[in-house]
């Protein structure tokens, strides 16, 4: 079925309101869904109660011979997944291109799925995955997720880019731009100006705790106002349902009420630890994951206030910070 892009919107607003009251968190399924024509969004389901670490969301372009995918996934079977959807709405294109967002395990885990399709990204993603260290070279059988034959090798960018790339699938302009620092050194996303569709990747996260272990979030922020400026109706975040510009600000809101009440705690001397037991984020507490980004998030915003930040992530202050929060939550019991 081909979609104008106001039916699609319209489609994807009722969606998204659908079970949804003002302030709750909504629940979304798994589905890929054509926003316009050939334009499409894989996205992961969810809702509270549901876990959402590694769970991403990807994208798809068609042109008249090949398809471009956004994002490949984390766990085999997720990417499998995506791939058998895509094949059915495009079928007998094969993927040409693979564009990453971002290096992060849960966006680029299932990139061998793909070949040989050329791997396109920014360069520090390509430099982050080259040192990602891999434990064990096969992955876990786990339902849903593994058969637990899957080689874990990755394979990184082989074209890269620095600021930003066009591609033309038929008529159709695909943009890869670098709106970087924020959720890591590295972000990249795909707009399409034709239907105002960016996908966002991790720059977006709807209803999901935005993850800062590798982020730097003052930048993030500046991030953010940079797709504010854009001529944008629809984002596919890299975790939560399809959202729009309502949705991306209430995420800068999370990431600047967190920013304050992480200065406060570190302009007192508290340490990380005990910062982030002590945070609290009014009605962003019920976000999906909140709790657990509480020590990542807290560390990595005073690796940020303190001058000592780093593309990497601080597993020291995180290994210190962890303990100390850990041990204050079991005296709280
Ligand atoms: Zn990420």
């Known amino acids: 079925m081909k979609l104008t892009r106001r039916e699609a919107i319209g489609l994807a607003a ?18 890929l869904r ?9 996205v992961q389901g969810g809702g509270p109660g549901i876990p959402n670490l590694s769970v991403s969301n990807a994208g798809v372009i068609a042109g008249p011979a090949h398809m471009m995918a956004i994002d490949s996934l984390g ?40 070949l040989p399709a050329e791997i396109v990204g920014h360069s520090y993603c390509r430099e982050a995955m080259l040192a990602t260290k891999i434990a064990t070279p096969l992955w ?6 593994a058969d637990g034959t899957e080689e874990r090798k990755l394979y990184p960018p082989v074209t890269t880019f620095n600021d930003m790339v066009t591609y033309r699938y038929g008529d159709l302009a695909v943009e890869l731009i670098f709106n970087g620092p924020a959720h ?11 239907h105002k569709i960016l996908f966002a990747g ?22 953010i106002d940079r797709i504010m400026a854009m001529d944008v109706d629809v984002i596919v975040p890299g975790h939560g349902p399809l959202g729009g510009k309502k949705e991306l600000k209430e995420m800068a809101d999370y990431l600047r009420l967190f920013k304050a009440q992480a200065r406060q705690r570190f302009d007192a001397g508290m340490s990380a630890g005990k910062a982030a037991a002590d945070i609290s984020l009014g009605h ?13 998030n807290t560390v990595r915003l005073y690796r940020e206030f303190d001058g000592t930040i780093q593309p990497d992530v601080d597993d020291a202050g995180m290994r210190a910070a962890t303990k100390e929060f850990n041990a204050i939550r079991s005296s709280q019991k």
């Open 184 to 194: 890591t050194w590295g972000d990249v996303m795909v707009y399409i100006p034709r």
């Open 14 to 31: 009722a969606a998204m309101l659908k079970g949804q009251t003002a302030g709750s968190i909504p629940s979304w399924k798994t589905e």
């Open 140 to 145: 876990e059988k786990r339902d849903g997720w």
């Open 75 to 114: 766990a085999p079977l997720h990417a499998k997944a995506f791939i058998a959807a895509a094949k059915r709405a495009v079928p007998g294109k094969p993927f040409d291109r693979l564009a990453l967002t971002h290096h992060h395990i849960d966006h680029i885990a299932g990139n061998r799925y793909f």
């Open 284 to 296: 962003f507490d019920e976000w999906i994951g909140a709790p657990e980004k509480l020590v990542m």
């Open 202 to 223: 991790d720059i977006a996260f709807f209803y999901v705790a935005p993850f800062c272990q590798n982020a730097h979030v003052t930048k993030w922020l500046g991030a």
């Open 34 to 42: 054509e926003l316009a024509p050939d334009v499409f969004a894989y």
